[in-house]
């Protein structure tokens, strides 16, 4: 298959896993982000937004991948539409593709610093809910891991573009409590 075939294909397969969950990470994740940018050079802008969007794809890709191959048989019944059990994709190419995010979005915080504690809370809130029995259960999700992940998402947002101050830091704790 030609390279641009391959490329064009995991732009699709990314799209099936991700597409549901861009209003609540890669739309947010970069709304918030715009309150960090006031005063920076518009090449600095520039460089750090597309830091912020492709850390933000593995973010969303790395825990849409962790709950489908974890919740196969769930969605073989509740949303058969889902790249696994449409058969658009294996279970062994979700897994290797989790592999390469996983190394990805790891490259990606040593890279860029500003987000490796961010990264590491959401690597674990995702094996939480995905591996864990109180990952399934209500308040381990909406106490526990929309909290993490929301503190997460916001607080790498601001990050990639200036340091916190206490205005930033109340409106990212309020938000993700």
């Known amino acids: 298959m030609p390279l641009v075939s391959c490329i064009l294909r995991e732009v699709d397969v990314f799209f099936s896993f991700s597409w549901r969950d861009w209003s609540v990470t890669i739309i947010p994740g970069t709304i918030f982000a715009v309150g960090a940018i006031r005063g920076l050079p518009i090449p600095v802008i520039i460089n750090n937004y597309l830091i912020l969007i492709w850390w933000i794809m593995h973010f969303v890709y790395f825990f849409n991948l962790s709950n489908q191959i974890t919740g196969v048989a769930e969605d073989g019944i509740n949303k058969k539409d889902r ?16 592999m390469i995010v996983l190394a990805s ?17 959401w690597i674990f809130t995702t094996a939480f809910l995905s591996l864990t029995p109180g990952g399934h259960h209500w308040i381990g999700k909406n106490n526990i891991a929309i909290t993490l992940g929301t503190w997460a998402l916001l607080n790498a947002s601001w990050r ?13 704790y309020g938000v993700a409590a």
């Open 160 to 172: 990639l573009f200036a340091p916190h101050n206490p205005e930033s830091q109340l409106w990212v």
């Open 83 to 98: 790249p696994i059990p449409s058969g658009k994709v294996t279970l062994a190419g979700a897994k290797a593709r989790w």
């Open 105 to 121: 979005y790891l490259a990606i915080s040593i890279y860029e610093p500003n987000v490796f504690l961010e990264t590491i809370v």
